[in-house]
């Protein structure tokens, strides 16, 4: 079956731009992730959706940086007035029931390469 | 058969001491090993991740430790605190087109005053 979809694949975009991602999780799949993995900085997690809430927004790294999740499907992160750090893979997971009360597998999607000039 | 093991269920610390979570892992594939934090009736927390291509990653009061020859982490957390106390997950992933992050079973860390 289908799995997770990010689009665009790949996004350059001048300082100081706004950008949107998306991400298309596992039909059915009632939670939602989003990291980002920067070069020499690891994986960092950004941002957890059940359903449509967002109970952890811990690692989103500043105000500019939002997402929101409708209809418990299609989730989009937004970056405004991008920087040069803000350059990543942005990487975005499902899960089915999502991270309460028991652990399950995510799948991840292939990530929308970011790079801000 | 399980990909990624958390062979203690429970751990016991005196604060201001270390606390030491072990995992072990059986695929040698995996791109990235992350440490969640749960609390009771709460969703898990991200705490720290560790790229497969290092062997140490630090953040605060917590460093984890890679292993890859012996297919081993260990999440260090010194001073211990009583806030500390939750259930401890490690995962691992393999990147790419349908990338996996597959979770251990848990450890239970209490750490007492």
């Known amino acids: 079956g289908a799995g997770v979809s990010q689009s665009p694949s790949n996004k350059v975009t001048e300082k100081g731009k706004d950008v949107e991602l998306r991400c298309d999780p596992i039909?059915?799949?009632?939670?939602l992730y989003w990291y980002r993995q920067s070069l020499g900085q690891g994986l960092e997690f950004l941002i957890y959706?059940?359903?449509?809430?967002?109970?952890?927004k811990s690692g989103l790294p500043s105000d500019r940086f939002s997402a929101e999740r409708t209809g418990g499907s299609v989730s989009t992160l937004t970056i405004q007035r991008t920087q040069q750090e803000d350059s990543a893979v942005y990487l975005c997971?499902?899960?089915?029931?999502?991270?309460?009360?028991?652990?399950?597998?995510?799948?991840f999607g292939p990530g929308t390469r970011l790079l801000v000039l | 058969d399980q990909q990624v093991k958390q062979n203690s269920p429970s751990l016991s610390v005196q604060e201001g001491r270390i606390s030491i979570l072990n995992c072990d892992y059986t695929?040698?594939?995996?791109?990235?090993f992350l440490w969640y934090k749960k609390y009771p009736a709460e969703g898990p927390t991200f705490l720290i991740s560790?790229?497969?291509?290092?062997d140490k990653n630090e953040d605060g009061r917590f460093t984890v430790f890679l292993n890859k020859s012996a297919k081993h982490l260990s999440l260090h957390i010194v001073p211990s605190q009583p806030g500390d106390s939750a259930v401890y997950f490690c995962?691992?992933?393999?990147?790419?087109?349908?990338?996996?992050?597959?979770f251990g079973k848990g450890t239970k860390l209490s750490v007492k005053p």
């Open positions: 997971a499902s899960s089915l029931a999502g991270l309460l009360g028991r652990q399950e597998t995510q799948y």
């Open positions: 039909s059915g799949h009632t939670a």
């Open positions: 959706f059940q359903g449509n809430s967002a109970p952890d």
């Open positions: 695929n040698s594939m995996f791109d990235y």
């Open positions: 560790i790229s497969s291509i290092k």
């Open positions: 995962a691992a992933l393999i990147l790419g087109s349908q990338g996996n992050l597959i």
